[in-house]
């Protein structure tokens, strides 16, 4: 059996083929009035499952895996699968095919072709489940969730590790114990429908009322632990155990909604991953979602790589402030838990960016804090920490390394600025020779004593230790 990791993220479903194919329309056929569409650009992507898997592997720099089934052409799928380990039960048939014709960005038409024999499961595809620490469930109504065996699996990965369920009207129910089930508006009212005790719920309550109406029934029913019932511009209304939460989204103005779901789906799987509460995967997914519709959806896919939505796209903001000839500075640390002297840190580098210039963040992963400071630490996750910096007024971008030094994204960057907060002695510092080999400059900044995370943490544990109880008081 494969070892399992939490760091790891299996997606378990139907992989489909996506082909766009764009155009304009000039003139009606001569023998129907029907458009003509004079083709320009052809697009190929993997759908369904290999879609949210694709997605969740340019989200993260976690191991994807991707279980699921293959035809005749898995080595073409394979091609469009780059960056995601498939584990694959091959059999006869085709990979389903849904090819979109669009004009304007319009679709005028869709044609669905090809199919898979059914499959049984494998060794390799239980045992890549019975390894992952997240599970992401893509179902599509192709069968591989129907499988026995396959829900054996996924039922045993319930009781031990995050599974996140995105359901299809013509798919297997969830397994009892699933983390959150992801359905949008017109599946739960499908489902909720369908149930032979319940009608139809009643929609004149509007949003969020019969959205939390859904996600409760179908929470009951399904025996999972929340339901988080998405309704496009609206948002998602999350249903647990412990009550409703409400995530507006931001609108698109304009935008393609096509693998919405799936960029929600996995966006709440790599958070999970990252150690996030499920209310906070789920906030973390719908802004991630609202900005891939406004990208242009699954179509722009290959137009821009994805990026974590509290986390702006560091390559974009330098190679922007190059363009414009301001000044690149960057500064780095765990900051674990932020305080007073991070903030003075943070606000001395910003001045040296000057108004037009732009503050870089270079933050240690979890791994490179642990290394650095202890398997207890960070006490914050990477995902938080990120999030908490790029909200800051100051800071510009956020680039998460995992190397023990800066030197790495160091050189990926080449700022022309690298401050240090503390009594460092800049000419010592590892990176210092190869800031200077670009013509960088380091400096430190004011050392401000007594401010730490490590002290802070410190103070903590002595304040909530038993010794430091008065008699009769309460820790």
Request: proline share 7%.
């Amino acid at each position: 059996m494969s070892p399992r990791t939490r760091s790891s993220i299996v997606v378990v479903g139907d992989c489909l083929r996506d082909v766009d194919v764009f155009g304009a329309v000039e003139r009606l056929c001569p023998d129907a009035p029907a458009p003509v569409l004079a083709a320009a650009e052809r697009r190929e992507r993997p759908g369904g499952a290999g879609l949210t898997a694709l997605l969740a592997a340019r989200s993260t720099r976690r191991p994807v895996r991707l279980v699921t089934a293959l035809g005749s052409d898995a080595d073409a799928m394979r091609e469009l699968l780059a960056g995601v380990d498939v584990v694959a039960v091959e059999t006869g048939g085709t990979t389903p095919t849904k090819t979109r014709m669009l004009a304007d960005d319009r679709v005028l038409l869709r044609l669905d072709e090809g199919g898979l024999d059914p499959v049984a499961a494998t060794r390799d595809l239980l045992d890549a489940i019975a390894g992952a620490g997240v599970v992401l469930v893509s179902d599509y109504g192709r069968g591989i969730t129907a499988d026995p065996a396959v829900r054996a699996a996924l039922s045993e990965a319930a009781g031990r590790v995050p599974v996140v369920w995105d359901p299809h009207p013509n798919g297997a129910p969830p397994v009892p114990g699933a983390t959150l089930v992801t359905p949008n508006l017109g599946e739960a009212r499908g489902y909720v429908s369908e149930l032979s005790s319940h009608g139809p719920e009643d929609r004149s309550r509007g949003f969020p009322h019969e959205p939390a109406a859904l996600g409760e029934t179908l929470r009951a029913q399904w025996g999972v632990d929340a339901v988080a019932v998405t309704a496009g511009r609206h948002g998602a209304v999350l249903r647990g155990a412990t009550g409703t939460s409400v995530t507006p989204a931001t609108p698109a103005r304009v935008g393609d909604p096509c693998g919405a779901g799936d960029r929600f789906a996995a966006s709440v799987a790599v958070a999970l991953a990252d150690g996030s509460a499920v209310d906070d995967a789920v906030r973390t997914a719908v802004t991630a979602a609202a900005a891939f519709v406004a990208a242009g959806g699954a179509a722009a896919l290959d137009d821009a790589p994805l990026e974590s939505p509290a986390e702006p796209r560091t390559t974009d903001v330098v190679a922007d402030a190059r363009a414009r000839g301001a000044t690149v500075v960057a500064t780095g640390g765990c900051f674990d838990l932020l305080h007073a002297g991070h903030a003075r840190t943070l606000a001395a580098a910003r001045r040296l960016a000057g108004e037009d210039g732009v503050l870089v963040v270079c933050l240690n992963s979890d791994a490179s804090v642990r290394r650095l400071k202890g398997p207890d630490r960070p006490v914050v996750t990477e995902a938080d920490r990120a999030e908490m910096l790029a909200a800051l007024d100051a800071v510009d971008a956020v680039e998460v390394f995992d190397e023990d030094d800066p030197r790495a994204v160091l050189d990926r960057l080449r700022p022309d600025v690298w401050v240090k907060g503390g009594d460092y002695a800049t000419d010592e510092l590892l990176e210092t020779p190869l800031v200077r080999s670009w013509g960088g400059e380091v400096v430190a900044v004011p050392y401000h004593a007594g401010r730490s995370s490590t002290r802070l943490l410190a103070r903590l544990e002595n304040e909530t230790s038993p010794d430091s109880v008065p008699s009769g008081g309460t820790p």
